[in-house]
């Protein structure tokens, strides 16, 4: 049985720096993987290496069965892969709804005469984008949905992230990668951010996610594993429990006085 | 959102009617002191009534109103060009300022909504201008076809000169463009089957038979300006575009563009291809530009290398941004301020231009996203979403 992600050997280096050393890792349907580790220890490379951001040096990414290494951004999304950005890349002139609708891009007709000729199609795939957007902001938030149309740079940081993390959700895809969600929040709006994906994974349990964190309370609160990357290398693979009492784990996190 | 108050008629019929009082002051004005006080009475009124927030009524009047307003819009045009029948040069140039307009519908797609500049402009008229004249004198096509044909060359002249620079970011875009605006006008200065310097004669428009550059005679004493006929055509054609740009803007394709002038990073991570989008932005603003190329050259009867310029190009741009980068309602006050204001100053010279700058840079200070900023985008104005 093939996993939903496979990564073996991912290698990528910035000049001389190797920003990942033979990275593996896997995972399957509807399972949600903690990717965790110290500052540039290759999170965010690693992620933007899969969505094809970054050129890998060597290794393979494989997703549903295919191999989808090096191929450009826009082709990893259409196989069902979506992100978000540490930090927020949210069109913050334009509106909520907007937002939404650049994260179900794939999903909308963008012809000649949905568009500009007969209009009465596009008109009614607005009114079910909208009741559609409605019902998935409602996960995170009670009031997120009567602000559909107001421009996001009036959001406060927290709806931002939540309307982030919807963008992604939009097309209901089928692996999810948040970078660090919770950066730049107060650990009981991460709590609740955490709690509402939670909620979204129990209605769609096909859903798998990999989720960058460096907080590992948010961590134990929602992964049933761990990968702990170091210097770019995978240090460690198992439940919270294993990680956590593994001694490279310790050493790279909390620094030598672990080994005293 | 509950259903929006259908607010009342009254804002958007006056902006028309005031619209087309300044258009007809300022085209009419014969002494430099009614064409200054006509234009500063105009910019003032945008500037003050955009502050105390008119132009809000203005837009939900409108957005209530959508087939009232244009439709009173469209007869406010026809309105204008009767009273101006008589009035050659007033109607030349009020047929010069639609053409900048529909040069600058094609700049707001390319540079408004899809964040390519496009510092060629008025060379990509040139080039319509120059398929429309070739085309006109050497086949027998009929001059619709000729005008069609001129803005579909010209789109593929643009696309095939954005190709090579997909792969590349930043600035190259708008580099390739000005070398092609220089290297176009020199092309022509030595090309001689293309008339060389002395450019080419183009003959006059003829529709259904119906020749444009005779003058409507009724009897001995009535007699319109031919003008009046252009500038009937260039309402219509004025108008088709407009409401094409306008549907763009409205619709999943505006979305498309602004994603990817915002952010085309974030953009293709959700699939959005930016090149193929960027292609197709900068394809429909050269077609668009080429038809006011061609339309130009017959309006004109005449063109020449001189004629698209750089400096033109740059006026074009300045339409654009004084107007409000990415509204196509903000071209018509920018293109009656730059095309008619030096024409109408002629007699204090070179200070005209000094002046005429002065008053563009203390509008864009005042206001810096122009005299009519781009508003946010509603699908379907005045309808509940």
């Known amino acids: 049985m093939t996993h939903l992600l496979e990564v073996s050997g991912l290698s990528v280096r910035f000049g001389g720096v190797r920003a990942l050393d033979g990275l593996d890792l896997h995972l399957d349907e509807g399972e949600t993987l903690g990717l965790i580790g110290p500052n540039g220890s290759g999170k965010t490379t690693s992620f933007n290496t899969i969505t094809g951001f970054v050129l890998p040096a060597g290794g393979t990414v494989r997703f549903a069965g295919e191999d989808i290494t090096a191929q450009p951004p826009r082709h990893v999304a259409r196989r069902g892969i979506a992100r978000t950005f540490q930090r927020l890349r949210l069109l913050t002139e334009l509106s909520v709804f907007d937002n939404l609708m650049v994260g179900q891009h794939l999903t909308l007709d963008h012809g000649i005469w949905a568009n500009l000729l007969g209009r009465s199609r596009l008109r009614g795939a607005i009114a079910r984008q909208t009741d559609e957007m409605r019902t998935l902001l409602r996960h995170f938030s009670p009031t997120l949905p009567d602000r559909l149309h107001e421009p996001v740079s009036a959001l406060t940081m927290i709806d931002r992230r939540r309307v982030e993390v919807c963008r992604a959700l939009a097309r209901s895809p089928r692996l999810l990668l948040l970078d660090e969600p919770s950066a730049g929040m107060t650990p009981d709006e991460t709590a609740e951010l955490m709690r509402d994906l939670q909620n979204v994974k129990a209605a769609r349990p096909s859903l798998a996610v990999i989720l960058i964190e460096h907080d590992m309370a948010v961590i134990e609160r929602v992964s049933a594993r761990c990968v702990v990357l170091d210097y770019g290398r995978k240090i460690a693979d198992g439940s919270y429990a294993e990680v956590t009492r593994d001694p490279a784990v310790r050493r790279a996190y909390l620094g030598e006085e672990a080994d005293a | ?385």
């Open chain 2, 1 to 385: 959102m509950g259903t929006p108050d259908r607010a009342t008629i009254l804002p958007a019929l006056a902006a028309i009617l005031a619209g087309a009082g300044a258009t007809l002051a300022l085209l009419l004005a014969e002494t430099q002191w009614h064409v200054a006080v006509v234009a500063l009475a105009g910019v003032a009124a945008l500037l003050i009534g955009g502050r105390a927030g008119f132009g809000d009524a203005i837009h939900r009047s409108v957005a209530s109103h959508q087939r009232v307003t244009s439709a009173t819009a469209w007869l406010a045009g026809a309105v204008v060009v009767f009273l101006l029948r008589e009035h050659n040069f007033e109607l030349l140039m009020l047929c010069t300022v639609m053409l900048y307009v529909l040069a600058g519908l094609g700049l707001t797609v390319q540079f408004g909504f899809a964040g390519v500049v496009n510092f060629a402009a008025a060379a990509f008229m040139g080039v319509g201008a120059y398929t429309a004249a070739v085309l006109m004198t050497s086949t027998g096509l009929p001059h619709l076809v000729v005008v069609l044909a001129a803005g579909v060359v010209t789109a593929l002249i643009g696309s095939v000169l954005l190709l090579p620079l997909l792969r590349t970011r930043g600035h190259y875009a708008a580099l390739i463009t000005i070398a092609f605006g220089i290297l176009f006008r020199t092309f022509l200065e030595v090309n001689d089957t293309l008339g060389g310097p002395q450019g080419l004669k183009v003959p006059g428009l003829q529709i259904f038979g119906y020749a444009f550059n005779e003058a409507i005679e009724f009897d001995d004493e009535t007699e319109w300006s031919f003008y009046t006929a252009y500038a009937g055509v260039f309402i219509v054609v004025l108008g088709l575009a407009y409401t094409l740009v306008r549907r763009v803007e409205r619709s999943w394709m505006g979305l498309a563009l602004d994603a990817v002038r915002l952010d085309e990073t974030a953009a293709s991570a959700f699939g959005l291809n930016g090149a193929a989008w960027k292609i197709a932005a900068f394809s429909f603003g050269n077609f668009l530009a080429g038809i006011a190329g061609a339309l130009y050259a017959i309006l004109t009867a005449f063109i020449a290398p001189a004629s698209f310029t750089f400096g033109d190009s740059l006026l074009l741009l300045s339409i654009v941004i004084l107007g409000g980068l990415g509204n196509p309602l903000g071209l018509l006050p920018a293109a009656l301020v730059v095309v008619v204001l030096p024409e109408k100053l002629q007699v204090i010279q070179e200070y005209r231009f000094l002046l005429f700058a002065a008053l563009v840079i203390l509008i864009l200070l005042l206001r810096p996203g122009g005299l009519m900023p781009r508003r946010a985008r509603e699908y379907f104005p005045g309808r509940s979403s």
